[in-house]
């Protein structure tokens, strides 16, 4: 039976209480944005140079989906190059940052609804250091990933977050890395560099999100199969929208809400990305 000791043990050693950590969804589009030069990963350098400096980094990003949840657990995690067809440079990048041992078993046993395991093999995937990297390109930052357990409910991710409050409150940033809208097969390649380019249901999911969002009417994102006709366009698999449910999940009454790199791309993708906070 799990104990909340790792967590007190692993709170204590970071001394002083520590300001509230905001929340960020990011929208985190091609592998490319990793290496290119972008309003993008412009964004997200700024973004980590005016957020104060946390002690860690948890993310649940789209592309770790388990049986089960897991919490990478090693000391060294290893950069990991999960897609094909993109130039040597972009799989020649090496995000070096460590890993916490002590706060993945915190985390693990904070965690009370569900199992946790502590994983030895997965590492850190595209949906995590192509944009951590641009945030904090030191990687002086441990960084840790959440799986997402994709046999679940959406209502199932949203309640887990819940449980990750108290590591927010102790100094560690908590990032979901996805895109709300997210169709692959329907991307236009040919308008991929139109600036803001979206069909026009696209266009439609974004606003009802953003509307949504600023609402906090989260138990319409949560049954978002029945926001609009458009959402099965939007969301053909939910992997990319599940991130955004935990940082819903982690919402209180006094964050704020504020978006950025709000744009479309290639029609049918949104990079819209939320600040928490």
């Known amino acids: 039976?799990?104990?909340?000791?790792?967590?007190?043990?692993?709170?204590?050693?970071?001394?002083?209480?520590?300001?509230?950590?905001?929340?960020?969804?990011?929208?985190?589009?091609?592998?490319?944005?990793a290496i290119e030069?972008?309003?993008?990963?412009?964004?997200?350098?700024?973004?980590?140079?005016?957020?104060?400096?946390?002690?860690?980094?948890?993310?649940?990003?789209?592309?770790?989906l388990t049986q089960g949840t897991h919490i990478t657990a090693m000391e060294h995690p290893k950069t990991i190059h999960d897609f094909g067809g993109f130039p040597q440079a972009l799989f020649d990048v090496e995000y070096p940052a460590n890993g916490n041992p002590a706060l993945a078993r915190a985390t693990a046993d904070l965690i009370q609804s569900t199992h946790v395991?502590?994983?030895?093999?997965?590492?850190?995937?595209?949906?995590?250091?192509?944009?951590?990297?641009?945030?904090?390109?030191?990687?002086?930052?441990?960084?840790?990933?959440l799986s997402i357990d994709y046999n679940k409910p959406p209502q199932y991710h949203y309640e887990l977050a819940k449980e990750l409050a108290s590591i927010r409150k102790k100094g560690v940033l908590i990032i979901g890395s996805g895109n709300m809208v997210h169709n692959l097969k329907m991307i236009a390649w040919n308008k991929m560099n139109e600036p803001n380019y979206g069909f026009d249901w696209a266009i439609e999911m974004n606003t009802?999100?953003?509307?949504?969002?600023?609402?906090?009417?989260?138990?319409?994102?949560?049954?978002?199969?029945?926001?609009?006709?458009?959402?099965?366009?939007?969301?053909?698999?939910?992997?990319?929208?599940?991130?955004?449910?935990?940082?819903l999940g982690l919402q209180d009454a006094k964050d704020e809400t504020t978006f950025f790199n709000d744009k479309m791309v290639g029609g049918s993708l949104n990079m819209t990305s939320v600040k928490f906070g």
């Open 208 to 247: 009802i999100f953003k509307d949504k969002i600023t609402d906090k009417d989260f138990k319409a994102l949560i049954d978002y199969k029945n926001l609009s006709k458009a959402a099965t366009l939007a969301i053909p698999t939910p992997d990319h929208y599940y991130p955004l449910l935990y940082t």
């Open 1 to 33: 039976m799990a104990t909340l000791q790792p967590f007190y043990d692993w709170t204590r050693s970071l001394g002083e209480e520590d300001e509230k950590h905001p929340v960020l969804f990011i929208g985190h589009g091609s592998p490319m944005n």
């Open 37 to 64: 030069d972008n309003e993008f990963s412009a964004t997200w350098t700024r973004m980590g140079q005016e957020i104060t400096k946390p002690k860690a980094v948890l993310v649940i990003s789209a592309h770790w």
């Open 117 to 145: 395991g502590l994983d030895h093999d997965w590492g850190l995937d595209h949906g995590t250091w192509s944009v951590v990297r641009h945030m904090y390109p030191d990687a002086d930052i441990p960084v840790l990933q």
